[in-house]
């Protein structure tokens, strides 16, 4: 046993020590593991994502995630929101996030195909409420196109009047450099009117907003890399 515990040389570095002491060293998720072993700059692509939603949902109460997987980035919205409700209809993944779960990072995760229906969030009154906003990020390109209306439409009605919908999807346009994994779950890319029209389906109001790599930007909708619609006034 050392005479002492070991020290930084620069204090300020000490509490890495201290958390890895107490905690362990945090496990990244199956798929962020995955993309960390295969493309590890595709993380900082999927994180930037979550900033902007983040930013976008700042102060927002009840949030709803619709296809979490690994939950991994949803620590940053937690930053900015009151409380997280992730969803995903496979329960591998939900039963990952659940055994990572940190106390100081606690989300209401739970297995739900949101073709099945509205999801509810339990308020501590013991009542069911609607969310104040919602985003789906990378899910809508999974969805067969005859169920895109109804995808959206159960996200909307999981809202009450006056929230708001954020929804992230890589462009039609960009799979000709897509990963051949990649192209074989996307089976409905859009381009950005096509992502405005459906997300207009069930919101009256719908800002559109693209990113490649990790900048955000608003340019021309072709060269954009994925895309991310922002929707509000539900019909």
């Given at each position: 046993?050392?005479?002492?515990e ?39 692509y ?6 902007f ?35 995903d209809?496979?329960?591998l ?15 209401d ?24 906003a ?49 192209k ?5 890319c ?5 992502l ?5 389906t069930?919101f ?10 990790e ?21």
């Open positions: 046993m050392p005479d002492h070991p020290t930084t040389k620069e204090p300020q570095y000490q509490r890495c020590v201290e958390l890895r002491d107490r905690d362990g060293l945090t496990p990244l998720g199956l798929m962020s593991n995955q993309t960390w072993h295969d493309d590890p700059k595709r993380l900082i999927v994180l930037s994502r979550y900033k939603v983040a930013k976008m949902l700042a102060g927002k109460q009840r949030v709803l995630e619709v296809g979490c997987a690994d939950a991994f980035g949803t620590r940053v919205v937690q930053q900015h929101v009151d409380h997280v409700t992730a969803i209809f496979d329960a993944f939900v039963e990952d996030v659940k055994k990572r779960m940190h106390p100081d990072w606690a989300i995760v739970r297995v739900h195909d949101m073709l099945g229906g509205p999801v509810m969030d339990a308020a501590n009154d013991g009542t069911q409420k609607q969310f104040d919602a985003y789906s990020l990378d899910v809508i390109e999974h969805i067969k196109p005859e169920n895109e209306v109804a995808f959206v439409a159960n996200i909307a009605a999981s809202l009450h009047e006056d929230g708001v919908l954020i929804l992230g999807s890589p462009s039609i346009h960009s799979q000709p450099h897509a990963s051949p994994a990649s074989a779950g996307h089976i409905n859009k381009d950005q009117p096509q405005r029209a459906l997300m207009e069930a009256r109001n719908v800002f559109m907003f693209s990113m490649n790599d900048v955000l930007h608003t340019g021309f909708g072709p060269m954009s890399h994925y895309l991310l619609a922002m929707g509000c006034g539900k019909r």
